[in-house]
């Protein structure tokens, strides 16, 4: 992704982070990536440098607990938080945007892929038919494959299903399941659903 902060925008968006409560540097990093539906995870050169001229300017504390830092918004960074709401307002607005506009071009690059995978499939499905040529009085090879190709398949639904779920479960217990990583599914399912029917006879 192109810069996603502009000038300042990053240092204030931390500021807003840790307004709930104290966070691990790396918290902060994860909260930014879910807030861009995981499109925009900043680095850890990124934050950690900006942690630390926060907490030059007394704005954050900082507290070492083990191998890990705890940083806190101080009265200062409360008051600097407060009082530009109006900066803060617009930069969610700005997030927001972005978030929706990473949300389509997943959408459309999904799309595109999943086209491409079905004129595959049905290219594949089409010489598999014409190849099948069974012999009068034996099994029927192209019975017995196909059996076993809808015992892979539906495993592999199975799988997907079980992997995903468990996925969900994990996402909602933590930071929350955000609107991108709902939208990307319905799009990646319906999809493949569409691309599954085209191919099955």
């Known amino acids: 992704m ?17 307004e709930d409560g104290a966070r691990h540097g790396y918290e902060l990093i994860t909260a930014l990536s879910d807030r861009f539906g995981g499109t925009y995870r900043p680095s850890a050169g990124t934050v950690y440098p900006r942690l630390a001229r926060l907490e030059e300017e007394g704005l954050v504390r900082r507290s070492d607990e083990g191998r890990k830092a705890t940083y806190t918004l101080t009265d200062a960074g409360r008051a600097e938080l407060d009082a530009r709401r109006g900066d803060l307002a617009h930069l969610e607005a700005e997030i927001a945007e972005t978030v929706r506009e990473q949300a389509s071009q997943v959408r459309h690059d999904v799309q595109a892929a999943m086209r491409g995978l079905r004129a595959d499939l049905a290219s594949a499905a089409q010489r598999a038919r014409d190849a099948a040529t069974p012999v009068p009085g034996e099994p029927d090879p192209q019975r017995t494959a196909s059996h076993r190709r809808r015992v892979e398949a539906e495993a592999i639904v199975r799988r997907f299903g079980d992997e995903v779920r468990a996925d969900l479960r994990r996402a909602d217990a933590g930071a929350g399941v955000d609107e991108l990583t709902v939208e990307t599914l319905r799009t990646v399912l319906d999809t493949a659903l569409r691309t599954m029917r085209s191919t099955v006879r």
Not at 2 to 18: I, S, T
């Open 2 to 18: 192109a810069q996603v902060f502009a000038h300042g925008q990053l240092r204030l968006y931390l500021l807003a982070l840790l």
